[in-house]
């Protein structure tokens, strides 16, 4: 039964997107807004600009765009602003990450040099990698997060935004377990004032975002929003958070592909993915701290997947093997190499082998934007912005954030179904069922 809609505020006024790290992804992401509020391309891959959902039975048909069902931020409202070590500002950093033709982004470097990049929060030690200069000093953490927060109040006054944003695009941090630091709000400000070596640069300006209401999208698979101690203060706050590690290339493929195949019950023995990639990203990836950061989260997705505990015969001792190369000729045009040995009928072995030759920032662009607007959509909720964790957004995200009690949701088409039965629950539409009994009665 349709119920009443859920209260949404209006999304009047500016919305600034802050985004911590300006490399490929982000100067993908603005370039590719600016490209297409001027006409010059199609936001192809975004959810929100080119998608339409089902609404009440099949014989109504209604499908309206989904921008047009739900009150989201438009692109003209929104402005920049983002942090990186390095003080290329947006037209050198797009350049430099080789990904947008330079007849593009020379038609657009008016507006992207204008984008500077504030200086970063950055430790050495979990991006090994990297060097930069364009870094903040402080005598401890809490003043790193105070200079954060001083800088997001400056650009909302010299932007006028009325309201904000943060996503992390940033590189990949150092593998960080969870420990006592992260356990409780207290225990984490006080690490702040001391300095502990366990609040990395991502949790930082996370806790910035947080203690100012804004919301928080995680692209890395970066910990960062995943301790008890943020997400205490996101709830106590009511701002929505989600994460993390942004679902492109070939864990794509994967969340795509193995649905599939469990639904039709073939069995799989070993699924080997391999990639090269050559920009900034595999750079830092070259790294094993960084690089086991990365592949906790490429993981994860077939276990969930594949429930070897309720498939047995099919999955158990699943042989699955993620590798990253960095190989620089190739710069963000990777190729995504994977051998799948499944089997079928009685047990006859198969083979499927896919070659991706993917470009990863033109899959995340479009996910970056989404995120955007939903988290802004999320933040105008109460009723969602009391959750905290958004999982419905799970869509999007290689280790989809969750309730502590539950397991991720990692398959692509029931995210897509949990994102949408969302829109409808807040529109107070009829979530649909796919029972569709009534056509026959
Ligand atoms: N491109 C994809 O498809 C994809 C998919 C999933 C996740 N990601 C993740 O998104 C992130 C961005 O990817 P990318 O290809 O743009 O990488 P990139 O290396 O081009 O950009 C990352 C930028 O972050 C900056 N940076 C690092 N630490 C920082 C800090 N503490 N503060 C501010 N800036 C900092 C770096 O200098 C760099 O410019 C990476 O963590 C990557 O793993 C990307």
């Not at 609404?55 to 920049?80: H, M, Q, Y």
């Not at 992390?168 to 969870?178: H, Y």
Request: glycine share 8%; proline share 6%.
């Amino acid at each position: 039964m349709a119920h009443q809609a859920v209260k949404i505020a209006e999304p009047r006024g500016t919305l600034g997107v802050l985004i911590p790290g300006m490399g490929a992804v982000a100067t993908t992401f603005i370039a590719g807004v600016e490209a297409v509020r001027r006409g010059l391309a199609s936001p192809i891959g975004s959810l929100t600009q080119m998608g339409t959902i089902r609404l009440g039975k099949r014989t109504e048909r209604r499908s309206p765009a989904i921008r047009d069902f739900i009150p989201l931020a438009e692109l003209r409202d929104l402005v920049f602003a983002g942090w990186d070590l390095f003080e290329d500002d947006g037209y050198q950093a797009a350049l430099k990450a080789g990904v947008l033709e330079r007849s593009l982004l020379d038609q657009l470097k008016d507006f992207l040099s204008g984008l500077r990049p504030m200086p970063a929060v950055f430790e050495q030690r979990f991006v090994k990698n990297l060097r930069g200069r364009n870094v903040k000093k402080a005598k401890n953490k809490r003043e790193l997060a105070e200079q954060v927060m001083d800088d997001i109040r400056g650009f909302q006054k010299r932007s006028g935004a009325s309201r904000l944003v943060m996503i992390w695009c940033g590189s990949t941090e150092a593998f960080l377990k969870p420990s006592a630091v992260h356990q409780t709000l207290a225990a984490f400000e006080r690490g702040l004032r001391s300095n502990s070596p366990e609040i990395a640069p991502s949790m930082i300006y996370a806790y910035a975002a947080l203690r100012l209401g804004i919301p928080f999208a995680n692209g890395a698979p970066n910990l960062t929003v995943d301790i008890p101690a943020l997400q205490t203060l996101g709830l106590k706050n009511r701002v929505p958070i989600c994460g993390k590690d942004f679902k492109t290339g070939q864990t794509l493929l994967k969340t795509i592909i193995a649905p599939g195949l469990k639904a039709r019950l073939i069995g799989l023995r070993g699924w080997f993915s391999t990639n090269i990639l050559g920009n900034r990203d595999g750079e830092v990836l070259d790294d094993p701290e960084s690089f086991r950061t990365k592949e906790e989260s490429k993981l994860s997705a077939l276990e969930y997947i594949l429930q070897p505990d309720l498939y047995p015969e099919l999955y158990r001792g699943l042989y699955h093997k993620v590798r990253i190369n960095y190989y620089p000729p190739r710069g963000d045009n990777k190729e995504g190499w994977d051998n799948l040995d499944i089997f079928g009928w009685l047990g006859y072995p198969m083979q499927i082998k896919i070659d991706f030759l993917c470009r990863d920032s033109i899959l995340a662009a479009p996910l970056v934007l989404d995120l955007v607007l939903f988290l802004d959509l999320a933040q105008r909720c109460p009723e969602l912005a009391r959750k905290g964790i958004q999982e419905w957004l799970s869509f999007y995200f290689k280790s989809p954030m969750c309730a502590p009690a539950l397991y991720p949701e990692h398959d692509l088409f029931i995210q897509l179904m949990k994102l949408k039965n969302t829109l409808r629950h807040l529109r107070g539409e009829e979530l649909i069922t796919h029972l569709g009994w009534e056509y026959y009665d």
